[in-house]
């Protein structure tokens, strides 16, 4: 089947002429692969936002899902959607008000204020994140994304040469604390162990290459700390220069999905403390989690 593909300015597309809130047979969900595949992230405008449900099978549809059952919450606290598979992006207690300034889950949250991938600090990397705006702030709370493949095939043959076959540890503790969130008791630090992976990936379908970087890039395995330090935010910062960037506006009822092993994104500011910004996302992973 072939999609209405409508090509973004940099890189990532719109698509339309589908209903992703139906079950879409396997020659759509092959043809939505094989768009994501070309252009990293596709942006799917919707009349009304995707329920719950819909959201989950849609995105179940491309591969095994991140459960949150699975993953120990931040001090055991409740969640406020009744889902697993969801992710609460959004500044909202499990009651539905806004989280107070103090709360630590804000904190927590700040960190995806800087430039990261979904889930590199496990050694289940995700695949595709899909995320869906079920109430916007009048202004800000839009997303941001890097095109690490773009960035990969901008370096110099020299340069890819000297990248290929680093290694990297991620962890979800180190970009916290970069984002001010560091009263993190040891417990709290087991349940989210670093998990390591190499700074250049591939698809396994297309064999294209891609720079792997996140906050949540910790160090390069085997170099000096300052040498290793000066490295990743040398590429951090070169993979997000404006030939790279696709800044999201958001709009009511958007699914935007995205490839987290060829992009990086981040949030945007806006009036936490007084505006509610209620995103969902579901999160395919390259394997089953272990139950």
Request: avoid cysteine; charge should be negative; charged fraction near 25%.
């Amino acid at each position: 089947m072939s999609l209405d593909v409508k090509p973004l300015d940099k890189f990532g597309a719109e698509i339309a002429g589908i209903d992703i809130s139906q079950k879409l047979d396997a020659s759509v969900v092959d043809a939505i692969r094989a768009a994501i595949d070309i252009h990293g992230v596709l942006v799917f405008r919707n009349a009304a936002p995707l329920s719950d449900s819909q959201q989950i099978a849609f995105a179940g549809g491309f591969g095994p899902l991140q459960h949150l059952s699975m993953i120990k919450m931040l001090g055991g606290g409740a969640t406020r959607l009744d889902h697993t598979e969801l992710i609460d992006v959004s500044n909202l207690d499990e009651t539905g008000k806004i989280v107070g300034a103090d709360d630590r889950r804000r904190h927590f949250h700040d960190a995806n204020l800087l430039w990261h991938t979904d889930v590199s600090f496990d050694a289940n990397r995700a695949v595709y994140s899909i995320l869906s705006a079920r109430v916007l702030p009048p202004a800000g709370g839009d997303t941001d994304f890097a095109d690490m493949r773009g960035a990969y095939a901008a370096l110099t043959d020299k340069r890819k040469a000297e990248l290929d076959g680093l290694e990297v540890e991620h962890s979800i503790w180190y970009s916290r604390a970069l984002g001010g969130f560091t009263a993190v008791s040891e417990d709290e630090m087991a349940t989210r162990p670093p998990a390591r992976h190499g700074l250049v990936s591939a698809n396994p379908r297309t064999g294209t290459k891609a720079l792997y970087l996140a906050s949540h890039a910790s160090h390069i395995i085997g170099w000096p700390e300052d040498e290793s330090r000066a490295l990743l935010d040398e590429l951090i910062d070169y993979a997000t220069e404006d030939r790279f960037f696709y800044g999201h506006v958001w709009q009511p009822g958007d699914v935007v999905m995205w490839d987290n092993q060829t992009t990086m994104h981040r949030a945007t500011e806006f009036d936490s403390l007084t505006h509610v910004r209620d995103m969902r996302r579901v999160t395919t992973l390259e394997r089953e989690m272990v139950r």
